[in-house]
């Protein structure tokens, strides 16, 4: 063997040592992280249940029980469909008594940080996770770190994330040459033609509202709620059923979710978003979407079944089942959008719905319950 035949077969030998090294501890790592799992859900099996908050829409309760029993049938899922400022005081005393009901929550983050942050009722998520996958970065828009949603960036975190439209507008009773822009609200002939979700309370109408607040400023929003007969409801059954038959062709911060049972049905087939440039030019309400951030709580009764709950909801598989039934799109980027046309692109300066941009709108809020409108 010649002295560069030796070199090249030692260089050979060393190249597959060292890859054989790291295959053997990413194997290593795999199976650690197998057994902790295989540990965790024996236990969780052994517990027999998991006690959950989260959303009331019946698409939603719907996809999350049915894929936990399919996936879980050993683990019994407790859940309750409720809005968070409806189960979050419940839950602040119950803790505050001692008393320790609940596992893990899907809320916004109003009110849950402002309720449970100041009683620290929740653990950090990443001590939660245990599938590897979960934590990289490449498989989340802009980086795993980027969903959470508390100051802290430990506890409360955004699974799904999309743009969202401004509102929705019949084209069955109102043109386009009638309405096509911010400023058309404006127009004498589209008074009372518009309802708008209470911008006042939690919910898709604070995305909207924080998103007016950075393309119009406080006089103008002044001026709209209070002179040109904006109707405001709480109740979004209420604006789709006056969104479709045209008592209010106009319909602002109305989650997609709530809309959807009538089109299926076939009622508002010319329903269209308002969305694009000349709504909020190039900003966007969207960004990690409320109703679907996770939680786990310290002290939890299923402390196991907690975790397993937690992965799971954040595993590519069910979040692919979640964005297919809800017609919503997962933060994760290995996860097909159920909602293509709702794609978070880059470039857009989508809304930050983290606590520290919440408290701004809080003030704003309250400015507008000033104005005696509600």
């Not at 007969?229 to 479709?244: A, C, I, K, N």
């Not at 009538?262 to 000349?278: A, D, F, I, R």
């Not at 907690?306 to 799109?329: G, M």
């Not at 290995?334 to 692109?345: E, F, I, S």
């Amino acid at each position: 063997m010649t002295t560069g035949t030796w070199h090249r077969a030692w260089k050979s030998l060393r190249m597959a040592t060292v890859l054989g090294f790291f295959a053997s501890g990413a194997a290593t790592a795999q199976s650690a992280g197998q057994q902790e799992w295989d540990k965790v859900l024996a236990a969780a099996q052994k517990e027999g249940v998991v006690v959950v908050s989260g959303p009331p829409t019946a698409v939603q309760r719907a996809v999350i029980t049915k894929e936990w029993a399919k996936d879980f049938p050993a683990i019994q899922l407790q859940y309750t469909g409720a809005r968070g400022s409806e189960i979050m005081s419940k839950v602040v005393r119950e803790r505050l008594a001692g008393i320790y009901n609940w596992d893990a929550a899907l809320a916004s983050t109003d009110p849950t940080v402002f309720d449970l942050g100041p009683i620290h009722a929740l653990a950090p998520l990443r001590d939660a996770i245990i599938k590897p996958d979960i934590v990289e970065d490449k498989n989340w828009f802009a980086g795993f770190a980027a969903g959470f949603m508390d100051d802290d960036e430990k506890y409360l975190y955004a699974a799904s994330g999309q743009s969202t439209a401004f509102g929705y507008v019949n084209r069955a009773c109102l043109s386009a040459a009638e309405f096509d822009s911010l400023d058309d609200l404006m127009k004498p002939e589209l008074k009372g033609k518009v309802v708008f979700h209470d911008p006042t309370i939690p919910g898709e109408s604070t995305q909207i509202l924080g998103a007016l607040a950075m393309v119009k400023d406080e006089a103008w929003l002044k001026d709209l709620f209070t002179s040109h007969g904006v109707t405001f409801s709480r109740d979004y059954r209420q604006m789709s059923e006056w969104l479709v038959n045209c008592s209010k062709p106009v319909a602002i911060a109305l989650p997609e979710s709530d809309l959807m049972p009538l089109q299926q049905s076939g009622l508002g087939k010319q329903v269209e978003y308002m969305q694009g440039p000349q709504w909020l030019g190039n900003h966007d309400p969207g960004g990690a979407v409320g109703n679907a951030f996770i939680g786990w709580y310290n002290n939890a009764p299923h402390p196991n079944a907690a975790k397993i709950f937690v992965n799971w909801y954040l595993s590519r598989e069910f979040q692919q089942a979640y964005s297919d039934a809800t017609r919503s799109n997962s933060r994760r980027t290995d996860v097909k959008p159920g909602n293509p046309r709702l794609v978070m692109q880059p470039g857009v300066e989508y809304l930050n719905t983290a606590q520290g941009t919440l408290v701004k709108i809080k003030k704003l809020q309250a400015q507008i319950k000033r104005w005696g409108v509600m």
